[in-house]
């Protein structure tokens, strides 16, 4: 039986409908991925271009909104039965995630406004690992290399607990700056990365730009471990700050 006009229609619509989902799905996934993923490695929060008016609070705000709304999952974690205090004796078993206590951001958390209200604006740094990227801590001084930079190097030492280094991705950006709580990632927050409400660690690093008006100040943070590849984008990122004013 022959199919009628409209029948032919609807399916030659059905058709091209397939036709186009079969073509933008494979491209959509290329593009996009995984929307629900983190991406995995170090980050700097708000972002890329931080631009400063001196005395403008309103030219602050988007930066202040957006850390504090990182923060707010993080302050919500104390509440769940899932989340313990870790340290490097009491890590995180089974469904078990490590707190991260908001608090320890001290001067560059949000009663601050994260120093954005003068001329020490602070930049939240998270990294974020899985099996495919999961860097080796260093154990000892001696396994650092070198060209650690300088100030790096007297924060690991400072560190040390009977002659061993914390345990942990280092993290040094290349300015003027005060870390809190300190330069690492701690490991045992990497000990359960897949769980669910995990949240990867802060770093907060403060810059202080009050002889640096009207000019860009370049910052580039990198990590340091052992087998760290500085050519791996995930192990760094870079950003600018730029305080107008008289």
Do not use: H
């Not at 995995?40 to 929060?45: C, D, P, Q, S, T």
């Amino acid at each position: 039986m022959a199919l009628n006009t409209f029948y032919k229609v609807v399916i030659g619509v059905a058709v091209a409908v397939v036709v186009i989902l079969a073509i933008a799905l494979p491209i959509a996934l290329l593009c996009c991925g995984d929307a629900g993923r983190q991406t995995l490695g170090l980050k700097a929060i708000p972002g890329e271009n931080i631009l400063i008016k001196e005395g403008d609070l309103d030219s602050v705000k988007p930066y202040v909104e957006k850390m504090t709304e990182l923060l707010k999952p993080y302050m919500e974690m104390p509440n769940k039965k899932e989340v313990i205090n870790c340290n490097s004796t009491v890590r995180p078993q089974g469904d078990q995630v490590c707190n991260y206590p908001v608090s320890s951001l001290s001067i560059c958390g949000s009663s601050t406004n994260f120093g954005f209200n003068g001329s020490t604006p602070c930049v939240l740094l998270t990294l974020t690992m899985d099996e495919s990227f999961r860097p080796t801590p260093y154990e000892s001084l001696n396994e650092v290399p070198k060209d650690v930079p300088r100030d790096l190097r007297s924060d690991m030492e400072e560190s040390l607990e009977n002659g061993k280094l914390r345990k942990g991705i280092w993290v040094d950006c290349n300015n003027e700056y005060l870390y809190t709580p300190q330069p690492l990632f701690p490991d045992y927050y990497y000990d359960n990365v897949d769980a669910v409400g995990y949240l990867p660690p802060i770093v907060a690093a403060m810059f202080k730009l009050t002889n640096k008006k009207n000019e860009d100040v370049k910052v580039e943070c990198r990590l340091w471990a052992k087998d760290i590849d500085s050519a791996d984008e995930r192990s760094k990122v870079s950003f600018t700050l730029r305080l107008n004013g008289e």
